[in-house]
């Protein structure tokens, strides 16, 4: 009887902990005011701060990244991040609403990034700024200075050797594709959405890392029974990324 109460208390405590976080993320209380998310119709959602709606979306996901709100001296900027809602969307487009003493407004970049999923770089009383990581051969970066907005996105060269952590996930994703028929004419997309998503993300992080090359060594193994050793995966992919 005391155990199955106890499963009962820690499940009522999760739950509890997991609407407290769906609420942030649909209402959130600055010190400048409110910020929140509201249906408009089955269709729209929009972002609202202070009793003004700014931004309106028909994308399934349209959020408050609370953890990632920015306050300043004389601002408050909350990052909003929308995407499709499926697992295939990938990484969040994140916007923002900037909040003073007598103004809000929506501003969103010339170009989608995820900005709330890196940390911001706090520059004076009134400032910030974010580098992204490197991905695509390009890194982004922006800041924020008294009220604007600046959007930068610079051409470079990015790592070579991938990190052991992303090597990792890359040789697990290709288990998807052991013995696998839909594999053998599909490659990685013939795989759990989630293993395809992370080699795609892997392989956006390094230079000259093909998607292609593990595809196509996904469609080789979909008749195997047995992967290649982590060992031999890392030479051929992770220690001179081509």
């Known amino acids: 009887m005391h155990w199955s109460r106890t499963l009962g208390t820690t499940a009522v405590f999760l739950l509890s902990t997991m609407t407290a976080a769906a609420n942030e993320r649909m209402r959130l209380e600055t010190r400048l005011g409110t910020v929140e998310i509201r249906s408009i119709d089955d269709q729209q959602k929009c972002a609202v701060a202070r009793g003004r709606r700014l931004h309106c979306s028909r994308m399934d996901h349209l959020m408050i990244a609370s953890s990632s709100v920015i306050s300043m001296r004389d601002y408050v900027v909350v990052?909003?991040?929308?995407?499709?809602?499926?697992?295939?969307?990938?990484?969040?487009?994140?916007?923002?609403?900037?909040?003073?003493?007598?103004?809000?407004?929506h501003t969103k970049g010339s170009?989608?990034?995820?900005?709330?999923?890196?940390?911001?770089?706090?520059?004076?009383?009134?400032?910030?700024?974010?580098?992204?990581?490197?991905?695509?051969?390009?890194?982004?970066?922006?800041?924020?200075?008294?009220?604007?907005?600046?959007?930068?996105?610079?051409?470079?060269a990015g790592r070579t050797n991938v990190r052991p952590p992303d090597c990792s996930a890359m040789y697990e994703a290709l288990g998807s594709c052991l013995n696998n028929g839909a594999a053998c004419q599909d490659g990685l997309s013939g795989t759990s959405m989630a293993d395809m998503r992370q080699v795609v993300a892997v392989t956006r992080r390094y230079e000259g890392l093909s998607y292609e090359r593990i595809d196509a060594a996904c469609r080789s193994l979909c008749r195997s029974t047995q992967l290649p050793t982590r060992a031999w995966f890392a030479r051929q992919f992770c220690q001179r990324a081509r």
Do not use: H, K
Not at 80 to 105: K, N
């Open 79 to 105: 990052p909003i991040d929308e995407d499709c809602g499926g697992t295939a969307c990938g990484v969040p487009s994140t916007s923002f609403i900037v909040l003073d003493a007598t103004t809000e407004r």
């Open 111 to 156: 170009f989608s990034s995820a900005w709330s999923t890196t940390t911001p770089r706090m520059q004076g009383a009134n400032g910030f700024s974010i580098t992204m990581p490197y991905q695509d051969g390009q890194i982004a970066s922006m800041s924020f200075a008294d009220g604007r907005f600046t959007f930068n996105v610079r051409e470079t």
